[in-house]
């Protein structure tokens, strides 16, 4: 018998699990030709998710956990999920019932019966959510996708149905700053995208602010591409140029016209600007270098308190 994991990141959702619970045995009641594995990791909740996670794993002895010793956010759970899942088939969902269970005897479907390596979600509306985070999105994804060579679909979820081969090739990629949704893309192999419908949470609250969402899409272009460097380093060859053509100016002019004193505002401008672009591009150097220095210590990506995994 053929054997799914399913991996769960839970923060803070003891008013989701139940509703999760619930759904989720229906549809493993609809693949019984399959053996299951419902792997929960919770992320350091402050809640009484564990207490639920356990009473879960008393009655149903399918149903394992991991519980860390902090919040190490969902890329860490994710990869302790695929670090700790048995299954010949990985499936990654949410807790608050975003990711429809229903569709994975469809997603298994395309793995079974046409051949792909694995089968990802995306959501093609964005109802319920506030237009200027759309919008943010939306311009997030034009732009890694101009500058970046793995591609990224727009709206993608991380629901994903995958072999135990692709599961193993994430794995080889142990880095500390993790980026998902470029990870799926890099390793490769043939993907289905299935889209639905954008479906609001169960119950609970979302864990990302907007400011959070910023960050991880500064992490995701640094991880994923290069191009800031090139840029900042395009925008100083140019300000060289200009500043060339400039100082011939002046001192034609100068030489033509005689010397009278002006222009000091126009100066400040430009030395403002200059040290502008300055600052902006240290910066850009500063994000790749602090990520290397993260990578460099080789700290672990998460650190478990207690489990029960057999
Ligand atoms: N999650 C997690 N660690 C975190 C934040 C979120 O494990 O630090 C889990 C969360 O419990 C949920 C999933 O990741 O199962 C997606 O989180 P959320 O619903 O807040 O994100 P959204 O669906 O709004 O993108
Ligand atoms: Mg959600």
């Given at each position: 018998m053929e054997k799914i994991t399913v991996i769960v990141p839970c923060y803070n959702e003891e008013e989701a699990l139940n509703y999760y619970y619930a759904e989720m045995n229906k549809v493993m009641g609809e693949l019984s030709e399959y053996a299951f594995e419902?792997?929960?990791?919770?992320?350091?909740?402050?809640?009484?998710?564990?207490?639920?996670?356990?009473?879960?794993?008393?009655?149903?002895?399918?149903?394992?956990?991991?519980s860390f010793s902090r919040n190490f956010g969902k890329e860490a759970a994710m990869y302790a999920g695929f670090k700790n899942s048995t299954g010949d088939y990985v499936c990654l969902m949410d807790a608050d019932l975003q990711d429809p269970p229903k569709l994975l005897p469809v997603m298994l479907k395309a793995i079974k019966?046409?051949?792909?390596?694995?089968?990802?979600?995306?959501?093609?509306?964005?109802?319920?959510?506030?237009?200027?985070r759309s919008f943010f999105a939306r311009l997030f994804y034009k732009i890694m996708n101009f500058i970046s060579d793995t591609e990224l679909m727009d709206g993608a979820r991380d629901y994903r149905l995958m072999t135990r081969q692709f599961v193993n090739s994430l794995l080889e990629l142990s880095e500390y700053n993790r980026f998902s949704k470029g990870l799926f893309g890099w390793v490769g192999f043939e993907t289905k995208w299935i889209e639905f419908e954008n479906v609001e949470r169960v119950a609970g609250e979302t864990k990302w602010s907007f400011w959070k969402l910023l960050l991880y899409s500064i992490e995701g272009i640094v991880a994923f591409s290069t191009a800031p460097l090139a840029i900042s380093s395009f925008i100083g060859i140019l300000m060289l140029v200009v500043a060339l053509l400039l100082i011939v100016f002046i001192v034609v002019r100068t030489l033509l016209f005689g010397d009278p004193v002006e222009g000091w505002p126009s100066l400040v401008c430009i030395i403002s600007m200059i040290g502008g672009i300055q600052l902006f591009c240290i910066g850009i150097l500063g994000q790749y270098l602090s990520k290397t220095y993260l990578e460099t210590k080789k700290r672990p990506i998460y650190i478990v308190k207690e489990s029960k995994l057999k």
């Open positions: 419902l792997l929960f990791i919770n992320d350091g909740s402050k809640d009484n998710t564990l207490g639920i996670l356990k009473s879960f794993s008393q009655k149903d002895e399918r149903v394992k956990y991991i019966e046409e051949g792909y390596d694995s089968v990802a979600t995306r959501r093609v509306t964005r109802k319920g959510e506030p237009p200027i």
